[in-house]
């Protein structure tokens, strides 16, 4: 699976839009785009995924550059709520057999 | 739909010992995945089950062990417990392995 970077830690006022970048330079054809959250010792949390097209469900919209390498994950009206840490996985569905690959993700911070 | 159910919530064991954990999944998910999360090491994938087989393990010493039975439920067995491996651990359930419902854990602190 590709490997992704995210910025470690990033903060947003409360109400604004959270854009979170990811950079998954190396991702081929088949692996799509996962978007997941935690937040404090909680179980990670499915946000969104995409694998070429922009997609948008009632949490987040996931946009994706057209050469696939990078890829932002927007928050419209963030909340207090949305404090969490964000992780970006590629991923081949046809091959993962169960196992994500967290990296660090990013510390979004939503301050009032 | 009940979500995943992770049985117990909270463990406190003694080095040497042994453990058990429990996963239910979502009814009709087949797939099982199981994380250990600790401060230094993030989330790391231990192993998947689907439909009662091991298909998929990771870079972790054979002390930690897994089964999944018939109805999909699944356990996680940790032997000659360590003081590192103090965590919380993860289960995950999907209908393939991709996309994951998440438990909310046991955290396991070893004395």
């Known amino acids: 699976d590709a490997k992704t970077t995210q910025p470690p830690s990033m903060d947003c006022a409360e109400g604004r839009a959270a854009n979170l970048p990811c950079n998954h330079s190396?991702?081929?054809?088949?692996?799509?785009v996962y978007w997941y959250r935690q937040i404090h010792s909680q179980g990670p949390q499915y946000i969104i995924h995409?694998?070429?097209n922009n997609e948008t469900n009632e949490m987040a919209s996931l946009i994706i550059t057209e050469d696939r390498k990078s890829s932002t994950l927007i928050l419209p009206h963030a909340t207090l709520r949305d404090t969490a840490v964000y992780y970006c996985?590629?991923?081949?569905?046809?091959?993962?057999?169960?196992?994500?690959?967290f990296g660090r993700g990013t510390q979004l911070t939503v301050w009032p | 739909k009940a979500g995943v159910t992770q049985t117990p919530r909270y463990l406190i064991k003694t080095r040497g010992q042994q453990v058990t954990l429990s996963c239910s999944p979502i009814?009709?998910?087949?797939?099982v995945s199981w994380y250990q999360q600790t401060p230094g090491q993030g989330l790391q994938f231990l192993f998947e089950?689907?439909?009662?087989?091991?298909?998929n393990k990771g870079n972790f010493p054979g002390r930690f062990s897994g089964r999944q039975f018939s109805n999909s439920r699944s356990e996680m067995n940790v032997s000659t417990l360590e003081l590192g491996d103090s965590a919380l651990y993860l289960c995950?359930?999907?209908?393939?392995?991709?996309?994951?419902?998440f438990g909310q854990g046991t955290r396991l602190t070893v004395v």
């Open positions: 995950a359930s999907s209908l393939a392995g991709d996309r994951a419902f």
């Open positions: 190396t991702i081929s054809g088949n692996e799509y």
């Open positions: 995409g694998l070429k």
């Open positions: 996985i590629a991923l081949d569905r046809g091959s993962t057999l169960g196992r994500l690959y």
């Open positions: 009814s009709g998910h087949r797939s």
């Open positions: 089950y689907f439909s009662e087989t091991q298909r």
